[in-house]
């Protein structure tokens, strides 16, 4: 079974400051994929990478996909209150299609 | 403008009982999946279908069985539900495989007493 370890588990920081997850596997993907989810909901998808290398910047976010397909990043500018909510990496093997989801990020911006 | 329903929503069971879990899609997506989401381990695979009565095994299918009689529906059935199978499960729809995101309902928060 391939893993995929986010970091880190929890974060709390202040409105307006800049954050950055990891994701990161010894095993290759894909593609990656990004996920939010708020309480009571199920995750909702914030975006794909593909290529190695590859950065994708959705507003204040940017997503990075490590060269060697193991590994990926989302950093959060100026973060705000709204960006408040559990992050999950998620790698889709090769092969069998499937996608193995990380622990997640536990996110808290404080007003 | 939610195209995938899960009921119920919450649901306390005893142990030894059966339990039904119903995953409703109207987007005529080929693949659906069923997951479990516990703290520490994040999401888990249980079973998947790629079509009418196409159903495969997940990473964490021991204890449950699923169906899938027609394109909307796919049913999550624990046959004798256990505290361990205590857990918020979420089903999921794809249209195709590959880089394609994966759409999810709102989960059922599953409690087994």
């Given at each position: 079974t391939q893993l995929?370890?986010?970091?880190?588990?929890?974060?709390?920081?202040?409105?307006?400051?800049?954050?950055?997850?990891?994701?990161?596997?010894?095993s290759v993907f894909s593609s990656l994929q990004w996920y939010r989810q708020e309480p009571g909901e199920g995750p909702v998808l914030l975006v794909t990478v593909v290529t190695g290398g590859e950065v994708k910047k959705l507003k204040r976010l940017t997503f990075q996909f490590g060269d060697a397909r193991k590994d990926s990043s989302l950093h959060i500018t100026a973060a705000q209150p709204g960006d408040t909510g559990l992050y999950l990496c998620a790698g889709l093997n090769f092969g069998n299609e499937k996608l193995t989801f990380g622990t997640g990020t536990r996110l808290t911006i404080i007003p | 403008d939610a195209g995938i329903t899960q009921s119920p929503r919450h649901k306390v069971t005893e142990t030894g009982t059966p339990v039904t879990l119903r995953c409703h899609q109207t987007e005529n997506?080929?693949?659906?999946?069923?997951?479990?989401?516990?703290?520490?381990?994040g999401l888990r695979l249980i079973h998947y279908s790629y079509g009418v009565k196409d159903t495969d095994k997940g990473e964490v299918s021991d204890g449950y069985s699923v169906s899938r009689s027609k394109t909307e529906d796919f049913l999550l059935t624990l046959e004798s539900a256990t505290s361990s199978q205590t857990s918020v499960y979420f089903c999921a729809i794809s249209a195709l495989q590959g880089n394609y995101g994966y759409t999810f309902g709102s989960g059922t928060r599953l409690t087994v007493v």
């Open positions: 995929l370890e986010q970091s880190p588990q929890f974060l709390s920081i202040q409105e307006g400051e800049n954050l950055t997850v990891y994701c990161n596997s010894s | 997506h080929r693949y659906m999946y069923w997951y479990r989401q516990d703290p520490g381990h």
